[in-house]
């Protein structure tokens, strides 16, 4: 079952958090398995980190909206996306063009080029007219221009220059589990913001249980994240310190797949696009069908459909329905 599990460690300045999405990962890859671009191996076990990620991000910050993390690629893999709603709930995709070995890590999936590049969106709830979502950027390299090669280490370069927070990301997936942990240091208590923050840069690397937490974090094996259960990975690592775990939140409570597509928002992306260029889709295929890249669920509109997207509400015969 899909969980996360948040804990503390009593009278140290370090929280924690593990994430293991089993159903619900299955069940993304389920719903892609038979398409024709069904996503290879070291794309699946990618986007099965950035769920992982994305959902200890989210929980993280508990944010009232929607967090994207998006890597944008200059090798095959264009495009990859997790979308996590601050209910849990997230969906993700890929766009790939050309082949990716079965060994890529990073580089070679994403910055063959040294282009690529890692977005974290905040998408608040209820935005003001005007208002953008909050986006941060990060390379896809360290600090002496290395490629990077682990989703973590990228998210820990995003959390440290975002948040100045030292932060241990520890993420693996395959077809079955996608799974991380996450440590970090809890920002100071300052008595103003600015004071809080310039405190917490300067403590950046030298917080002494901090670091041996992280160490401790450290010797996980991709193996035991991906095949232990909570309760073992945690007494494993942390037997001999003060951790104090909260409830796991799972089921309705916890991260779970869900897509938010409709016919309604197809529609409107279809209208955007214009009637001349729907027009020749129905004369060459008959109809248009769309299928939702998160979910793959598929959208016909027939003429008739099509018709009435593109007829003013006030124009439509009575009785005659424009978005079923
Ligand atoms: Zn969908």
């Known amino acids: 079952m899909s969980e996360l599990h948040k804990f503390i460690f009593e009278g140290l300045p370090v929280r924690g958090m593990l994430v293991r999405l089993t159903d619900s990962w299955q069940e993304v890859l389920t719903r892609r398995a038979d398409a024709a671009d069904a996503f290879p191996a070291p794309v699946r076990a990618l986007l099965g980190e950035m769920a992982a990620a994305g959902v200890l ?40 063009v050309g082949e990716v070995a079965d060994s890529a890590r990073l580089e070679a999936m994403l910055n063959v080029h040294g282009q690529g590049r890692c977005a974290i969106t905040l998408d608040p709830k209820s935005r003001r007219p005007g208002q953008q979502p909050y986006q941060g950027v990060v390379a ?47 920002p100071v208590q300052g008595e103003g913001n600015l004071q809080g923050a310039q405190r917490n840069e300067d403590l950046i690397g030298l917080d002494e249980s901090f670091n041996r937490l992280s160490l401790l974090a450290g010797t996980l094996t991709r193996e035991e994240l991906l095949t232990l259960d909570a309760d073992t990975i945690l007494r494993r690592l942390f037997w001999e310190e003060p951790l104090r775990r909260f409830p796991a939140l799972r089921d309705d409570s916890g991260p779970r797949f869900a897509c938010s597509c409709s016919r309604e928002r197809v529609g409107s992306m279809l209208k955007s696009l214009g009637r001349p260029e729907i ?5 060459e295929q008959g109809r248009v069908e769309i299928s939702c890249d998160f979910c793959g669920l598929k959208y016909h509109f027939d003429p008739v459909d099509v018709g009435g997207l593109f007829t003013p509400p006030g124009q439509q015969a009575p009785g005659s329905t424009a978005t079923h």
């Open 57 to 96: 991000m989210q929980s993280n910050l508990r944010f009232d909206g929607a967090l994207v993390l998006q890597m944008f690629g200059d090798g095959p893999v264009k495009l990859a996306v997790a979308e996590v709603q601050d209910d849990l709930a997230f969906r993700v995709t890929a766009k790939v």
């Open 140 to 186: 896809l390299h360290g600090d002496q221009r290395e490629p990077l090669q682990h989703l973590g280490e990228v998210l820990e370069h995003y959390m440290l220059q975002s948040e100045q927070l030292d932060t241990r990301l520890i993420l693996a997936a395959d077809d079955n589990v996608a799974a991380g942990l996450l440590i970090q240091r809890l």
């Open 279 to 283: 027009d020749g889709i129905i004369a």
